[in-house]
């Protein structure tokens, strides 16, 4: 069931953020769509409130419980830029706005970019990792909690890997812009 709401609330996010950028833009309700824009994180509560409700009441942490935390923590990290990407688009489609930022792509202004997404990453990972410790504590039970354990495991060889292959890729090796 958990996982079905995962699944729900990823759904919702990105509809409440239509409704809202489409209130914006295309039907010129800039309050209405503020309203719904900020409305975006209740989605996120939601799915917290559920997952300790199934904890508090006697739940076994399973591998939705860990999704969950994740999911919620990488939420927090990159649901900002994530708004602030489907804003660009939106606005430059449909209110005349300027085109999209686009990240760089070449030189050092790449690596630096890596850097601030691993830096988002590393936050993500930061607040699940809380979530998971949180819902440890709150059950007090080691042999329920196992699962989010495994995941605080998980999300650290996950933020590791991406520290490799991203950032410190691209500060040894940054990438040259093609000759013309």
């Known amino acids: ?15 409440v953020l239509a ?8 039907l010129r309700r800039p309050r209405v769509g503020a309203a719904l824009l900020l409305a975006v994180p209740l989605v996120d509560v939601v799915l917290l409130v559920a997952t300790m ?29 994530m708004v602030r ?8 489609r449909f209110a ?12 050092w202004a790449r690596t630096r970019h890596e850097w601030r997404e691993w830096g988002k990453a590393l936050l993500g990972w930061a607040v699940a990792c809380a979530l998971l410790v949180g819902g440890i504590v709150l059950v007090g039970d080691p042999d329920r909690t196992r699962e989010l354990e495994a995941w605080i495991g998980r999300l650290s060889l996950v933020i590791v890997v991406w520290l490799v292959f991203w950032p410190l890729y691209y500060t040894i090796f940054p990438k040259r812009e093609p000759r013309r």
Do not use: N
């Open 1 to 15: 069931m958990l996982v079905g709401l995962i699944i729900a609330c990823e759904v919702a996010f990105w509809v």
């Open 19 to 26: 409704a809202g950028l489409i209130a914006r833009y295309p």
């Open 53 to 81: 409700i199934d904890l508090r009441s006697g739940g076994t942490a399973t591998l939705a419980h860990g999704l969950a935390a994740a999911y919620l923590g990488f939420s927090v990290a990159f649901g900002h830029s």
């Open 85 to 92: 990407w489907a804003d660009q688009r939106f606005a430059h």
């Open 96 to 107: 005349g706005g300027p085109p999209p930022v686009k990240p760089p792509r070449y030189g």
